[in-house]
């Protein structure tokens, strides 16, 4: 019986090491702290990018304007489930917004589209 549990141990921390987790988008690389963060840029359209609103929500919320440049950054984030989504007043964005999971990474180019 002994050996059963040992077996089914072995077995559940294999696969909890090769499942791993990422980003719906984006490419990612690890933190050994355990705080990671969410970044990407806003592209197109007419305000230089600058001063559009990125909403975080999900396992921490989270309000940010991007600099020149549409680059922004979420910093200082727990493992967990999150939403980024921005926002201007006259502007949409493609996509809308993007599901992302932060499992031991720091995901990045989660990019968006500016559109008139």
């Given amino acids: 019986m002994k050996s059963i ?3 089914f141990a072995i077995f559940f921390s294999i696969t909890a090491v090769a499942c791993g987790g990422g980003s719906d988008y984006g490419s990612t ?6 705080i990671y963060s969410i970044s990407g ?3 197109g359209g007419a305000t230089n990018n600058s001063g559009v609103m ?6 921490a919320t989270k309000n ?3 600099a020149a440049g549409g680059s922004y950054s979420f910093t200082g984030l ?3 489930s999150y939403t980024v989504t921005p926002t201007l007043a006259g502007y949409g ?3 809308s ?18 559109a008139p």
Avoid: Q, R
């Avoid at 917004?97 to 500016?114: A, R």
């Fill in 93 to 95: 964005f493609a996509p």
């Fill in 41 to 43: 840029t806003i592209s």
């Fill in 78 to 80: 727990a493992n967990g």
């Fill in 29 to 34: 690389s690890g933190s050994s702290s355990g």
């Fill in 5 to 7: 549990k040992f077996l």
């Fill in 64 to 66: 940010m304007t991007t």
């Fill in 54 to 59: 990125v909403n975080l929500t999900g396992a």
């Fill in 97 to 114: 917004s993007i599901p992302v999971t932060v499992y031991n990474n720091n995901p990045s180019n989660i990019n968006f589209t500016e």
